[in-house]
C-alpha cells in the first residue's frame, strides 16, 4: 500500500490527484469544527468533556460524522443522509419498476439515479436537522449533563430554522466536496470522507483508555488495544479478499471470417457480498425504539424493559437482537443486490456456460445455491466482528462506537482496500506500454 501511495506521487497526474483529495480533506476537518448560530459554544464544550466515552444513542451517528454531531457544527449531520438516501434509493430499485428500467439504462439512468439521491439527502438532512436542534433544545442531547438544556438558549422560531438550514446546506457541501474527490480526485469520494471522519475519533479514544487504564499508567491497556485493533485489521483484510470464484466458459462463434469467444473467465463471488451495509442496518434499527423510549414520557412496562434491555450494548439481549439482525439484514441485502436469473440471462446471451451446468435456469439455480452457502459464514462473520471487538474493549472501559469496533474496523479496511485498488489501477493505465512494443 506504501509502495503504491509513492509511486502514485511520483506520476505528476496523479500528485495532483492527491494533494486536491487532501486539500478537501482540510477543508472538511475544517468545517467539523464550525459551529453553527445560536448555539453556546461553551456549555457544548462542558456536555462533551463529561459525556466522552459515554455517547449514548448519538454516539454512531457522531462516529460517522467526526465528532461533528456532539460539537453541534455546520457538518454536524456529516455524510449519513448521504448514505442513507443511498441505501433507501438502492432498496427502491428492486421494489420500483421505474427505478429498475433506469438502472438498466446505463450510465444515463445512473446519472439520474444520482440525481434523485441527492434530493433525498437534502429531504433527509432537513428531517435529521430538524431531529437534532429539537433534541439539543431538550437537552436529551446530553442525558446527565447539567447544562444541558441551556446549549440553545434562544428558543425563537427563527433561530431553530437558522439551525437547521446551516445543518442542511452544511450536508449539501459535504455531498458536493465528496463528489469533487471522485471527479478530480483519486474517486471514491463518499467513502474516502467516511473514512476520514472515523479515523478522526482514534486519537482521542486511544488516549481515553490510557486515561482510564490503571496498569503502567494506562499503557499495558493502551499496547494491548492496539495490538488487539491490528490483529482484527488482519483478519478483516483476509476475509474481505476472500471469493469464490465460479468458473465461466465462452462458446467460440464464428461471425464471416472471424472467430469470437472461446474464452474463459470466472464470476467473483466474495465470501462478505453485503459489506458494512447489514451493520449499519441492525444498529440503526436497534437504535429506534431506544430513542422512541428516551423521548417518551410514559412510564408504562414497555419503556421500562427498553431502557433496561435495549440501551446498554453489553447486554445479553441486545447482543442477541443485533447479532440476528446482522444475519438476517445480510441475506436480504445480497437477495437484492445479486440477481442470479439476471446474470443468467447475460451469460446464455452471450453464450457463456459454468462447465457441467446447463445454460438458463440451472445456471440460476446453481449460483443461488453457491450464494447462499457462502453469504453463511460471511454474515457469521460479520456479527462475529461487530460483537467481539466491542465485548472485548468494553473491559478497557472504551465506549460501544470505539473506532476498532465492528463497523468502523469493516468501512476503515473496506475503504483503504478501495483506494488503493483504484490508485494502482490509474498507475497500470498510465505505465501500460500497449500493443505496439
Not at 445560536?38 to 466515552?53: F, I
Not at 470464484?245 to 463471488?269: D, E, F, H, N, W
Request: charged share 15%; aromatic share 10%; proline share 4%.
Amino acid at each position: 500500500m506504501l509502495t503504491a501511495f509513492a509511486r502514485a506521487f511520483r506520476t505528476p497526474d496523479l500528485r495532483k490527484k492527491l494533494l486536491f483529495t487532501l486539500a478537501i480533506i482540510v477543508v472538511y476537518r475544517v468545517g467539523t469544527h464550525i459551529p453553527i448560530p445560536g448555539v453556546d459554544y461553551t456549555n457544548v464544550q462542558k456536555c462533551v468533556d463529561e459525556a466522552s466515552g459515554n455517547q449514548g444513542l448519538f454516539g454512531l451517528v457522531n462516529m460517522f460524522s467526526g465528532g461533528a454531531l456532539l460539537q453541534i457544527t455546520i457538518f454536524a449531520l456529516g455524510i449519513m443522509p448521504y448514505i442513507t438516501a443511498s441505501i433507501i434509493l438502492q432498496l427502491l430499485t428492486v421494489v420500483i419498476p421505474r427505478l429498475e428500467a433506469l438502472k438498466k439504462e446505463g450510465q444515463a439512468g445512473t446519472a439520474k439515479i444520482t440525481q434523485y439521491t441527492r434530493y433525498l439527502t437534502v429531504a433527509l438532512a432537513i428531517l435529521q436537522g430538524t431531529g437534532l436542534v429539537a433534541t439539543a433544545r431538550s437537552g436529551a442531547l446530553f442525558s446527565g449533563c447539567t447544562v444541558a438544556s441551556s446549549i440553545v438558549p434562544d428558543r425563537a422560531i427563527f433561530t431553530t430554522i437558522t439551525m437547521v438550514v446551516c445543518m442542511t446546506a452544511g450536508t449539501a457541501v459535504v455531498m458536493w466536496l465528496g463528489e469533487l474527490i471522485t471527479d478530480r480526485g483519486i474517486g471514491n469520494g463518499m467513502s474516502i470522507l467516511m473514512f476520514i471522519s472515523i479515523a478522526a475519533t482514534f486519537p482521542s479514544a486511544l488516549w481515553a483508555i490510557k486515561k482510564q487504564g490503571d496498569l503502567a499508567g494506562g499503557w499495558i491497556e493502551f499496547g494491548t488495544v492496539i495490538a488487539v485493533g491490528l490483529v482484527m485489521v488482519g483478519l478483516v483484510v483476509f476475509v474481505e479478499q476472500a471469493q469464490r470464484r465460479i468458473p465461466v466458459q465462452y462458446a467460440k462463434r464464428m461471425i464471416g471470417r472471424r472467430s469470437y469467444g472461446g474464452t474463459s473467465t470466472y464470476i467473483p463471488l466474495k465470501v462478505n457480498q453485503a459489506g458494512v451495509i447489514p451493520v449499519i442496518f441492525a444498529s440503526s434499527l436497534l437504535y429506534i425504539p431506544a430513542l422512541i423510549a428516551q423521548f417518551s414520557n410514559s412510564t408504562s412496562g414497555w419503556k421500562t424493559w427498553i431502557e433496561a434491555n435495549l440501551v446498554k450494548g453489553d447486554h445479553p439481549i441486545y447482543i442477541t437482537m443485533y447479532f440476528l439482525l446482522i444475519v438476517f439484514f445480510a441475506f436480504f441485502y445480497v437477495a437484492i443486490s445479486f440477481n442470479p436469473e439476471e446474470v443468467a440471462d447475460n451469460m446464455k446471451k452471450y453464450g457463456g456456460f459454468i462447465p457441467g451446468i446447463r445454460a438458463g435456469r440451472p445456471t440460476a439455480e446453481y449460483l443461488s445455491y453457491v450464494l447462499n452457502r457462502i453469504t453463511w459464514p460471511g454474515s457469521l462473520y460479520l456479527g462475529l466482528i461487530a460483537l467481539v471487538p466491542t465485548m472485548a474493549l468494553v473491559g478497557f472501559g472504551a465506549s460501544q462506537n470505539f473506532p476498532f469496533g465492528g463497523t468502523s474496523i469493516l468501512i476503515i479496511v473496506g475503504v483503504g482496500l478501495e483506494t488503493v485498488k483504484q490508485i494502482e489501477s490509474q498507475l497500470q493505465q498510465r505505465n501500460y506500454e500497449g500493443f505496439l512494443r
